[in-house]
């Protein structure tokens, strides 16, 4: 998360938090923010790095979007908190 917040895109196994925290670009490149793979081999991760590096070379405009997508993502406890809170409310509503 402190990587995507200076704009480095993470490429990354697609588990637990990361998969929350990380929009892959295989799914939606418009709002991705970094490159997931499922495959926890050395295969896996080399296509994964494949891809991240051929649209780093390829399509600066999608790598443009993606880092500004990496940066403004929001990781805070006040986010999270407030969706508790609502949870919260709704279950003794």
């Keep these: 998360m402190f990587a995507m917040r200076y704009g480095n895109l993470p490429v990354a196994t697609r588990t637990g938090g990361l998969a ?19 495959d926890k081999t050395d295969e896996g991760l080399k296509q994964a790095l494949t891809l991240a590096l051929k649209v780093f ?4 405009t999608a790598w443009a979007i993606m880092r500004r997508n990496a940066m ?10 407030g969706k508790y809170l609502d949870i919260y409310h709704k279950l003794l509503a």
């Design 20 to 38: 929350d925290s990380i929009l892959d670009y295989s799914a939606n490149p418009n709002s991705a923010t970094g490159f997931l793979y499922l």
């Design 72 to 81: 403004s993502a929001q990781f805070s406890w006040k986010l999270s908190a």
């Design 57 to 60: 070379e390829e399509d600066k």
